[in-house]
């Protein structure tokens, strides 16, 4: 078990090794949920993707307009490991 001390401005700093635990970096978000009895649970927060958010990704990157023929290809060299 880790304890933690709080400051009088009621922060806490988490050591190195839960937060490697937990899987957080540096400018990361921390999600924790209040359960009844008065424990928390702690986790790292990941953000939830929409499709728009990924069609978006890459808008303005190229100029070069691939064909489905092409991006099959691409996807399947890519399963094979051929990338």
Same mark, same amino acid.
């Given at each position: 078990? =880790? $304890?933690? $001390?709080?400051? =009088?401005?009621?922060?806490?700093?988490?050591? #190195?090794?839960?937060?490697?635990?937990?899987?957080?970096?540096?400018? %990361?978000?921390? %999600?924790?949920? !209040?359960?009844?009895?008065?424990?928390?649970?702690?986790? +790292? +927060?990941?953000?939830?993707?929409?499709?728009?958010?990924?069609?978006?990704?890459?808008?303005? #990157?190229?100029? !070069?307009? +691939? =064909?489905?023929? %092409?991006?099959?290809?691409?996807?399947?060299?890519?399963?094979?490991?051929?990338?």
């Amino acid at each position: 078990m =880790t $304890t933690l $001390t709080v400051t =009088t401005r009621g922060q806490v700093t988490f050591r #190195k090794d839960v937060l490697q635990h937990l899987g957080i970096k540096p400018g %990361e978000k921390i %999600e924790l949920d !209040k359960l009844p009895d008065g424990r928390v649970t702690l986790r +790292a +927060a990941r953000p939830s993707g929409s499709i728009d958010g990924f069609l978006g990704l890459l808008a303005g #990157k190229s100029s !070069k307009v +691939a =064909t489905l023929d %092409e991006i099959n290809q691409a996807a399947s060299d890519g399963w094979a490991g051929k990338a």
